[in-house]
Nanobody, 123 residues
Framework: QVKLVESGGGSVEIGGSLRLSCAASGTYISGCMGWFRQATGKEREEVAAIDYDGSISYADSVKGRFTISKENIKNTLYLQMNSLKPEDTAMYYC??????????????????WGQGAQVTVSS
């Protein structure tokens, strides 16, 4: 059974930084992994995605501020978040699939999901 566990969430001031991690277990993820987020009262939205070969997509709202990366040997996904804004406040979810998904930002394409990590940005 595949399990994704996020860590690294927390509270930070405007302009601060956080790094999220997502450790996968139960199977080796040989396809696509991504980060999505959901603010209170809103739908889950895309953040970034990375394929096994390192190809990456970002949502326009985080381009230039967030960096997605992956350590294949550790089966772990990361999201470095810089210059954080209040609108980045949300529960952040890790997602994975063993297919090559062309680093898609379509959340419906992912099979496996973590439980989420809360990120709160305040002044």
């Amino acid at each position: 059974q595949v399990k994704l566990v996020e860590s690294g969430g927390g509270s930070v001031e405007i302009g601060g930084s956080l790094r999220l991690s997502c450790a996968a277990s139960g199977t080796y993820i040989s396809g696509c992994m991504g980060w999505f987020r959901q603010a209170t009262g809103k739908e889950r939205e895309e953040v970034a995605a990375i394929d096994y070969d390192g190809s990456i997509s970002y949502a326009d709202s985080v381009k230039g501020r967030f960096t997605i990366s992956k350590e294949n040997i550790k089966n772990t996904l990361y999201l470095q978040m810089n210059s954080l804004k209040p609108e980045d406040t949300a529960m952040y979810y890790c997602a994975a699939d063993n297919r090559y998904l062309l680093h898609t930002l379509d959340k419906d394409m992912y099979t496996y999901w973590g439980q989420g990590a809360q990120v709160t940005v305040s002044s």
